[in-house]
């Protein structure tokens, strides 16, 4: 079952790969025809005095999440409906038409577990500079990091870590494998998956991390990442396919099995990526201690190992012990044994 599962993937990899040239927004910034996206992009162009007042005037009450690209704010549209807006650091006007026409793009790609886009901003005002302003729906349970790490710490119990952990992995095997082209997310992590009031996950910035300036990368100027989540051969020699993704994934899962962060810090002086320490218990025959024995509603111990093993394949220090995404997917979703 396991040779047939691989053989199919890898056909059907094949016959993707010769319809498509690329298979990511890549680094040049050269991005990918709109019209090869099927279906149409409702994308809205707000005037940046429509941002300004859906956000109060970018208000630090309305901030609810920052990064190295800039900060997030919640605001009310004139419609009354809620949304999230990115508003990008450091930007000029040089690359407005490569971003608005990517932003296009990105934003005909629906699935239920990415972020669904509402419009975007370009302008030049003054004092202020140049605007690069992204605005998606807001999603009202925040991120998963809120809930694993951040202000908003809640008691996920397992059903519910077990249903993002699925949902993710087909928000990027639909990335991969269904998008067309072929989209990597590049910066797969626990702030970048946010959930609805049902709890169902959304991968958010899939494709927007070559936005991020230069000067706040995590990482490098060329690799757009976040520490502990970055995929060796992408970190080290800037090597990028979708098994960068899939170490992501893997870190999550981890995340989501142990209710540690990816960089675990020890006595205040010395971190631990977290890959080395699951693979550290796993490698004393310690399996089961990876897990959170504080999450409630664990399932079986069969289902548990499965994940712990699903989560170390993924996350391999070598990019072809991986599995694909879609292999992923199968193997969550069925009796598929991990190897």
């Known amino acids: 079952m396991t040779v047939m599962v691989i053989w199919f993937s890898w056909r059907r990899k094949q016959k993707w790969k010769r319809r498509h040239n690329s298979v990511a927004l890549n680094e040049t910034g050269a991005g990918f025809g709109i019209e090869t996206i099927s279906g149409d ?16 005037n970018f208000s630090r009450e309305n901030i609810i999440g920052k990064g190295g690209y800039g900060n997030v704010y919640k605001g009310i549209l004139e419609d009354g409906s809620e ?3 990115k508003r990008f650091k450091n930007c000029s006007a040089a690359g407005d038409a490569t971003f608005a026409h990517e932003v296009e793009v990105i934003a005909s790609i629906n699935h239920v577990n990415l972020v669904p886009f509402r419009g975007y901003c370009t302008a030049t005002v ?5 605007q690069r302003i992204i605005v998606c729906d807001l999603m009202q349970n925040g991120s998963l990091y809120d809930h694993l790490f951040g202000s908003e710490v809640t008691k996920l119990s397992w059903p519910i870590r077990q249903k993002i952990a699925i949902g993710v992995a087909r ?5 991969h494998y269904g998008a067309q082209p072929a989209i990597i997310h590049r910066d ?5 998956i946010l959930l609805d009031d049902t709890f169902e996950p959304k991968l958010a910035d899939f494709g927007l991390a070559k936005f991020t300036p230069d000067d706040f990368s995590h990482m490098s100027t060329r690799v757009a990442g976040t520490l502990g989540y970055v995929a060796p051969e992408y970190a080290l020699y800037g090597q990028l396919t979708e098994r960068s993704d899939v170490y992501g994934f893997g870190v999550v899962l981890l995340e989501l099995l142990s209710s540690k962060q990816a960089v675990i810090s020890i006595n205040d002086h010395h971190t631990l990526l977290l890959t080395d320490w699951a ?19 664990l399932g079986p111990p069969e289902v548990m190992e499965k994940y712990v093993l699903l989560a170390i394949l993924s996350c391999h220090s070598q990019l072809y012990a991986r599995p694909t995404m879609d292999q992923i997917v199968r193997i969550l979703e069925t009796d598929i044994p991990v190897h």
């Open 188 to 192: 797969v992590k626990a702030s970048n």
């Open 279 to 297: 693979w550290s218990l796993v490698e004393e025959g310690r399996l089961f201690d990876v897990i959170d024995e504080n999450v409630l509603e």
């Open 41 to 56: 992009s409702s994308l809205v162009m707000f005037t940046f005095e429509e941002i300004k007042k859906a956000t109060k």
């Open 171 to 175: 928000g990027l095997a639909y990335l």
């Open 126 to 130: 003054p004092m202020e500079g140049h």
């Open 83 to 85: 949304v999230a807006l």
